[in-house]
C-alpha cells in the first residue's frame, strides 16, 4: 500500500515549522524596532 500520506504530513510539520520560525523572526524584529 503506497499512499501521499507520509509526505503530506512531512510537508504539515514542515509547514508549521516554518511559520512558527516566521512567527519569531517577525517578534524579534519587532522586538528590534522598539529599541531603536
Do not use: A
Request: some cysteine.
Amino acid at each position: 500500500m503506497h499512499t501521499h500520506t507520509n509526505r503530506d504530513y512531512r510537508m504539515f510539520r514542515y509547514n508549521i515549522k516554518l511559520s512558527t520560525l516566521l512567527q519569531l523572526v517577525h517578534l524579534i524584529m519587532i522586538c528590534k524596532k522598539g529599541l531603536y
